[in-house]
Nanobody
């Protein structure tokens, strides 16, 4: 069982930056792909970025060049650095861990990011 706790959300002006953190209980370094998803009111949850245990990354087109996902396997922590934020980035951001063996998904409780114009 993996438990995920996000932190770092808040209110930021357009053009600003925020870094989200996701601390995982248990060892995830080599057994889970990690990712960030977001869900705005009235919309479906969407992928933001993922990172494999080897460090390969994937980004949604809407955040490429602005967001960076990274992980510290020794700390069982994944980060999302968000730069040049836009009002449309306003969402609840969720951390995700997916087992590479069972494909089981684990989710954090979410952290709100609000970008004001």
């Amino acid at each position: 069982q993996v438990q995920l706790v996000e932190s770092g959300g808040g209110l930021v002006q357009a053009g600003g930056s925020v870094r989200l953190s996701c601390a995982a209980s248990g060892t995830i370094s080599s057994t889970h792909r990690m990712g960030w998803y977001r869900q705005a009111p009235g919309k479906q949850r969407e992928l933001v970025a993922t990172i494999t245990s080897g460090g390969s990354t994937n980004y949604a087109d809407s955040v490429k060049g602005r967001f960076t996902i990274s992980r510290d396997n020794a700390k069982n922590t994944v980060y999302l650095q968000m730069n040049s934020l836009k009002p449309e980035d306003t969402s609840i951001y969720y951390c995700n861990a997916q087992s590479i063996y069972t494909l089981a998904n684990y989710w954090g409780q979410g952290t709100q990011v609000t970008v004001s114009s």
